[in-house]
């Protein structure tokens, strides 16, 4: 199994720029995509985007696009999130999670969350 532990959030300004970044152990990493999600009260968990372990490839969610880079660091099993140009309606939870390779393979490990917040 793999644990994983968000750290890095707090609160930032409009316009700013914040970096998540989350510990992964327990597992082989490179059978694994690492996603980030976030939620928001009263709001549905969304996804944000994903990196594969393996590759270095990459996907993101509308919402993030161009302003958001997943990256990871093979020598300390670290994947981050580097958001950019931030808005208040970034203003949620983040969760780092893990998931076997495979389209149909589910994000089965998830981290506790960190809080973001960004004022106007």
């Known amino acids: 199994q793999v644990q994983l532990v968000e750290s890095g959030g707090g609160l930032v300004q409009a316009g700013g720029s914040l970096r998540l970044s989350c510990a992964a152990s327990?597992?082989?990493?490179?059978?694994?995509?690492m996603g980030w999600f976030r939620q928001a009260p009263g709001k549905e968990r969304r996804f944000v985007g994903n990196?594969?372990?393996?590759?270095?490839?990459?996907l993101y969610g509308d919402s993030v696009k161009g302003r958001f880079t997943i990256s990871r660091d093979n020598a300390k099993n670290m994947v981050y999130l580097q958001m950019n140009s931030l808005k208040p309606e970034d203003t949620a939870v983040y969760y780092c999670?893990?998931?076997?390779?495979?389209?149909?393979?589910?994000?089965?490990?998830w981290g506790q969350g960190t809080q973001v917040t960004v004022s106007s």
């Open positions: 999670a893990a998931r076997l390779r495979g389209s149909l393979s589910e994000y089965a490990y």
């Open positions: 327990g597992g082989a990493l490179s059978s694994y995509v």
């Open positions: 990196i594969n372990w393996s590759s270095g490839t990459t």
